[in-house]
């Protein structure tokens, strides 16, 4: 195979890939750029290599492959068969679906971001009725300490007149 080309990389797959070990990372990677990308090609989103080879072009025993490989099964990254292994989602990687995948992605942050401007009203509006029944409760407040001045003083007067 061929190793000439390039890949398309998404900045969201940091924030994807952020459980991976650093084994599962460098094989998604490795499997990604090995995957057979001619899409007139009978193995078209393959990878055909032996765990052999792939373990000798990473420097990797076989055993510990099996285990890699078998945790990224898990974790739904890739699937497998008898000689071959398939990258899941690979397509959005190949630079023509890239700006079609990035417009994408783009439109749900734009829908995530307006849905939290409509949330934001609501929240000021639920802020703005507690400090009006704070300022509710210290009118009260200040209304009742008011009321008990205006009666000592009442009381003090009286006194004063009974006094003379």
């Known amino acids: 195979m061929k190793k000439a080309g390039f890949l398309a990389m998404h900045r969201e797959d940091?924030?994807?890939?952020r459980h991976l070990s650093d084994s599962e990372m460098r094989l998604k990677y490795f499997l990604l750029m090995m995957t057979d990308w001619g899409i007139s090609?009978?193995?078209?989103?393959?990878?055909?290599?032996?765990?052999?080879?792939?373990?000798?072009e990473i420097g990797w025993k076989k055993s510990k492959l099996c285990g890699v490989?078998?945790?990224?099964?898990?974790?739904?990254y890739i699937q497998k068969a008898r000689r071959e292994i398939k990258?899941?989602?690979?397509?959005?990687?190949?630079?023509?679906?890239?700006?079609?995948?990035h417009k994408k992605v783009?439109?749900?942050?734009?829908?995530?971001?307006?849905?939290?401007?409509?949330?934001?009203?609501?929240e000021l509006n639920v802020?703005?009725?507690?400090?009006?029944?704070?300022?509710?409760?210290?009118?009260y407040l200040s209304k009742?300490?008011?009321?008990?001045?205006?009666?000592?003083?009442?009381?003090k007067m009286d006194m004063s007149n009974l006094l003379k």
Do not use: C
Request: charged share 30%; aromatic share 6%.
């Open 41 to 56: 090609h009978k193995n078209y989103g393959l990878v055909k290599m032996s765990y052999e080879e792939i373990g000798g």
């Open 106 to 122: 783009r439109e749900i942050e734009q829908r995530v971001r307006d849905s939290e401007q409509i949330v934001q009203p609501n």
């Open 144 to 155: 009742e300490t008011i009321n008990k001045n205006k009666e000592n003083l009442i009381k």
């Open 127 to 139: 802020q703005n009725n507690e400090q009006k029944d704070t300022v509710q409760t210290s009118n």
């Open 14 to 17: 940091i924030e994807l890939d």
């Open 87 to 101: 990258v899941i989602n690979f397509e959005k990687y190949l630079w023509k679906n890239a700006k079609q995948h």
């Open 69 to 76: 490989v078998n945790s990224l099964v898990k974790k739904g």
